[in-house]
């Protein structure tokens, strides 16, 4: 397994203690094994990380600076890489080989990273418990009866079974939060632009970002600052200098004002619950912080704004997805039939009811009321954020209202959509926002401590501070090195 | 469809006015497509100008063309539309095989350009005018060729084949109001867009190439009424030729049903230019829910006024300007004005040589008489060639001081057209000025009357044409000097 | 805002999804359980807001009219579901059908 974060294997590889080759060659053996159990991996990339290790030793060698020289990652499988089966975790796209290899998973594998393997998702992104997979169980290394969260449980999970360093994942309503915080590593997602999108295959296309799953705060700083900037390729990407943030870690809170909403109260999620945020809350105030309460009144109407929007923008995404050029194809007796055939044989249910709402919610007579008034519910809590921060600089919540559940447990659509409560408001404000490990509670019926996430939330393009604040509070708490990992079975 | 619709009686077809709107798309020209950076070009292998971006591959997206949008403004200027300050893409959601989204990226509701005129002229020299709803800008679909129907098209086929070389190509939407009432009107109503557009050079514009696609929604009601009547769109037009055939041919049909008392059904109808006659293409209009909504793939456009401003400044003066100007104040007729203002390079050659002598018809008939000759001959342009519209008014007004006579000028402008340099300085060189002095045509005149005396009693019995003969000798003896006005004056007195 | 009955063979159609009968019945039950959710924004009062068309404030994002290179076309039909020569084949097209 990986015993070393990010930033200590980079060093070792830099200066030549240990090879990019010895590290990918010394942990396949062990994700094999255990991904029969945890099932983190859709597939695995040995050739490539083999032959790229090689060219970073020799890069190494002749004396180039690589900031992730040698760093083994995961990579969601809704990410391009050239030469890669890249799935999205559906039928539609289950043996498509990708011809090219996306922005931020390049500029990974230009400062020395080596790619694992793909890692298993949510059918799309489409989903909070990575049970939407149509290719693949993966299963929570803290309790395998339990779910690794979603939609980036694969990335989520190989981080923390150690079968990878670093891994990437996709947020768009939660989707890097939710499961970090499920599996007990920092999950994060920077401003809605800050990441290129380009190779990252589309849910919804004014939510989704990039970001790293990864030990430490620090592993993730280092990853961001990597990955982050202005890509041409990209029309969304913010074309602002990027502030990089792995110099800018604090060691205290003094004069920080951590905002605490209101309308966010844990002693709704009962009184474990309710008792763990409240001294998460309570060990930022002995970092030095000042808590101040803010309002984000609009927040209750998140998931049905995001509900709207997401669908309206993905059923638009997903209509390429046809038979015509790539991917599945089922045949009919003319070319439309084939398209219906194809789909309904490739997409999953979710993914379908996603494809009907949206389509629905964009199409003639209902846009107004549906789509445009859920973007109108869009701004108004943009604002409502835009105002919080007015008095503080961070907004600390539960990433989650529960640990993770078991499997099957959320079968009705909309108690699954309710899992991304905390997250989505804050995705369509487009705000920088992460989980970082804060301690674990006993589930009810479970036998095993799970962890839970604290989320912070900052103002648009301020990763530096957001990350500052997450390091000082995960180096004074270590919550993550507290909960032991189980002993991963071989199967 | 029976040809039995079309014979209705030119009197009945009188009692109608058709109402014609004209749909185009123009391919723009740049050197990449719309969205990504695959090249813009006809022709070539299929599938090979492709990328993940237009193939519409998994994790692709779109970047704007900013050289398209640039001359999407330019041609709206050029018909005087309204640019706004902000601007936007819009997706327009439906499937179809060389689609490959399965949505295109267009503008909808807030277009780059609105309104403007589009000015037009017949063959007869009527002017009018037709005005424009709006320009847009949005990306060309892939091609497919239909196989299985023994005669390439979509009915009867058993499967197709596509290409996607002209996927994302850039293209703009021309939508013209309903102002135009004849299939003249709507060929000359194409024609200025096509002037226009090549002028700027924002698109070749060729038909046969696909750089030019029109449909036309066409209509008739009885003159005077008050509603419009029921409209049919019609498809498949590839020449000007074909537009003005589909359209006549649409006219007729429509009159023939409302006159045989049938209903006129809203409906595509594809011109078929074998038989002559529109098929129906559709048994009933299918409302399409395109459910438009901003892209939100790319960032909205503002647009800066001062830029707008300083391009439409720099835009030329427009053809259908220039032809009034020609017909109007020049008195040329309509079809000396279209040949002119038909190439933009050669109209602003014809332009710079007036300017220099002040002698519009002179210039006129040189540059569509002899030089348009010399450049058919030498398959070269008028403006390529090496003599210059200074050389020509060179030539022009040593004509009319009668420095040269009008033989010369054709052989100095042959001379030119290859050499280039000045004229004045070509008929100094060699000696080419016209020979006027009374003594030495004296001269000439002597020589060819001794040597012609046959003629000269012929002319004296009566004979004009052995004037002619002899008028033709003493060019001949004068190397084509003499100034045969007055060459034709002395042999007159002599005689 | 009602909450419509949503008829889902009609957006099934628009979306290109063929649906089972049953399967028709199941999602129109979810949609439309979604929807009575989703309702609550009826309560927002929106007349005087912007609907956010794009989160960041990026303008005029474009780029130079230069070519670049291709995809090789051998590489992308062997991805290609059906490929016949040089193209993509599909089965047949009937006419005025989108």
Known sequence: ??????VAIARSVSTRKTSARETIDALYPYVESSDKTIGSYLSLTHELARSLADKVDARVKAGES???????????DNMCLRGTVTTCGSKILENWVSPYTGTAVQRLLDAGAIPVGKTNMDEFAMGSSCENSALGITRNPYDIGRVPGGSSGGSAAAVAARQAALSLGSDTGGSIREPAAFCNVVGFKPTYGRVSRYGLIAFASSLDQIGPFSQTVEDAALCYDVMGGFDPMDATSVDRPLETTAGHLRADLRGVRIGIVKEFATSELGSTVDALYKKAYADLEKLGATLVEVELPTAEFGIATYYLIAPAECSANLARFDGVRYGLRVDGSNVQEMYENTRAAGFGPEVKRRILIGTYALSSGYYDAYYVKAQKARTLIARDFAKAFESCDVIASPAASTPAFSFNAKSDPYSMYLMDYYTIPGSLAGLPSLSVPCGSVFPEGGSRAMPMGLQLSSPLFAERSLLGIAHAYERATLHAEKLALPQIASV | MTTAALDVSPDVIAKYEAVIGIECHVELKTASKMFCACPNAFGGEPNTKVCPVCLAMPGALPVPNRAAIEHMIRAGLAFGAEIPTFSKFDRKNYFYPDMPKNYQITQFDMPLTQGGVVEFWLEDGSRGSCRLTRIHLEEDTGKSSHAGSGDGRIAGSSYSLIDFNRAGVPLMECVGEPDIRTADEAVAFLESLKRTFVQLDVSDVKMEEGSLRCDANVSVRLHGAAEYGTKAEIKNMNSFRSVHRAIESEIARQIGVIESGGRVVQETRGWDETTGTTHSMRSKEQAHDYRYFPEPDLVPMELDPAHVAALKAALPPSPAVRHRRYVESYGFTVAQATQLVDNVRLAEYFDRAVELTNAPQAVMNFVLGDLSRLANETETHVADAKITPDALAEVIAMLDAKTINSKIAKDVLAKLWIAGGSA?????????????DPAALAGFVDEVLAANAKSVEDFKAGKENALKFLVGQVMKVSRGKANPALVEQALRDRM | MA????????????????????????????LGDLLSHVGVLSKLDTASVAATAQVVESRNVARDDVAGVCLDRAEVLAGAPQAQGAFFRVPRIIAGVE
């Open chain 1, 1 to 6: 397994m990986v015993n070393e974060t990010a």
């Open chain 2, 424 to 436: 004045k300085a070509m008929v100094e060189k060699d000696g080419l000025a016209q020979v006027s």
């Open chain 1, 66 to 76: 690589l900031p992730l020289a040698g760093v083994p990652i995961a990579v969601k």
């Open chain 3, 3 to 30: 909450s419509d009955s949503i008829d889902v063979r009609y957006v099934a159609k628009l979306a290109r999804l063929a649906l089972t009968d049953d399967e028709v019945a199941g999602y129109g039950a979810q």
